[in-house]
């Protein structure tokens, strides 16, 4: 494909998860879709412990219900995903509309 630099899903997967582990991220999952989305790069990464909180400062329980939606939990989280996806994009070679079929989850909490 021309769009990636690896010959293989398996090799993308590869050099994904270890520049993602270079920068620092705590990397669960790295995969790739399956049937129609077959392209897609999927990368899953813990959660930090500790984000921005407009009202509540460093706040961990954000698993809980009573989660803290405030702009700056957002946008830390947004942030986070931003520099993922750049980086893989970076890595691959992915380009183009959604990012070059680059998703970013998170689950779980760093440990």
């Not at 995969?31 to 930090?48: C, D, S, Y």
């Not at 909180?53 to 009573?66: F, M």
């Amino acid at each position: 494909m021309a769009w990636r630099k690896q010959e293989t899903h398996g090799e993308e997967t590869k050099a994904v998860k270890a520049a993602l582990i270079a920068a620092g991220f705590d990397v669960l999952k790295v995969g790739h879709g399956q049937g129609t989305a077959w392209g897609w790069l999927h990368i899953t990464l813990a959660k930090p412990l500790e984000l921005a909180c407009e009202d509540h400062g460093s706040y961990r329980n954000y698993d809980q219900p009573d989660c803290c939606g405030c702009r700056a939990f957002t946008e830390s989280m947004r942030d986070l995903d931003r520099k993922a996806v750049r980086l893989a994009q970076e890595v691959t070679g992915r380009h183009g509309e959604y990012d070059g079929d680059i998703s970013v989850n998170f689950r779980g909490l760093q440990g």
